[in-house]
């Protein structure tokens, strides 16, 4: 069966300090990947999705950046954070052919 | 304009209670699929149930059930004798078949807590 793991799942960090946020998924090949945001009481923002290796769609602009490195492994990074990227940070999967996504446990960021 | 529309942002139901949460949605497409998540506390988004708009047949998962009037653009979610553990936030969201992706749009979603 497929799983997908987040990492870490919880982070404070300091504004302007940099980020890594990991998302790997078990148990499937090929998938499409997706990095959502959810602020606090709200739904969620689409941020990145990614059909293959090195393959990165932005959906807003900003200053985060995706990467994915391999083809089961997406990375969610920023060189220096803002107040405003605290949120809920969810990774998904969903087949290569139209499917339902299924997300991760989720990292909480919160900015200070 | 919002493509998905939930406009229950807080309900309260008596356990064992039936519950419909509401969802109405915004497309020219005509193909697109329909989807609802359960977001407990802990934060995770669970996947319940998946109705796609040229589905004959309202979408059913054990408890749950999609009221798909296409129509009226509306998927609404149907929870049957609900449980404690249906507390929780819902979301509806729609997967529009764009050429090369697909994204999924969420509501804004509806708080359920059901009472004992």
């Known amino acids: 069966s497929q799983t997908i793991h987040q990492w870490p799942a919880t982070l404070v960090q300091p504004v302007g300090s940099p980020l890594s946020l990991e998302c790997t998924v078990e148990?499937?090949?090929?998938?499409?990947l997706y990095w959502y945001r959810q602020a606090a009481g709200r739904g969620l923002q689409l941020l990145f999705y990614?059909?293959?290796?090195?393959?990165i769609s932005s959906e807003v602009p900003q200053n985060l950046s995706a990467s994915r490195p391999q083809d089961r492994q997406f990375i969610l990074s920023s060189k220096k954070l803002l107040l405003s990227d605290s949120g809920f940070y969810l990774c998904?999967?969903?087949?290569?052919?139209?499917?339902?996504?299924?997300f991760g446990p989720g990292t909480r960021l919160l900015v200070l | 304009a919002q493509k998905i529309t939930q406009t229950q942002p807080g309900m309260f139901v008596q356990e064992k209670e039936a519950v419909t949460l509401d969802c109405t949605y915004d497309?020219?497409?005509?193909?697109?699929?329909l989807f609802w998540y359960k977001q407990p506390s802990s934060g995770e988004m669970i996947f319940l149930i998946y109705?796609?708009?040229?589905?004959?047949q309202n979408a059913t998962e054990g408890r749950y059930s999609l009221n798909f009037q296409k129509a009226r653009k509306s998927a609404n979610l149907v929870i049957s004798a609900s449980q404690l553990g249906d507390s929780a936030m819902y979301f509806c969201?729609?997967?529009?078949?764009?050429?090369?992706?697909?994204?999924?749009?969420f509501g804004t979603g509806t708080r359920l807590t059901i009472i004992p």
């Open positions: 998904a999967w969903s087949p290569t052919r139209p499917g339902t996504q299924y």
């Open positions: 148990g499937t090949s090929n998938p499409n």
């Open positions: 990614s059909v293959g290796i090195g393959q």
């Open positions: 497309t020219s497409d005509q193909s697109y699929g």
């Open positions: 109705q796609g708009s040229y589905d004959e």
């Open positions: 969201a729609m997967r529009e078949h764009s050429f090369g992706n697909e994204k999924l749009t």
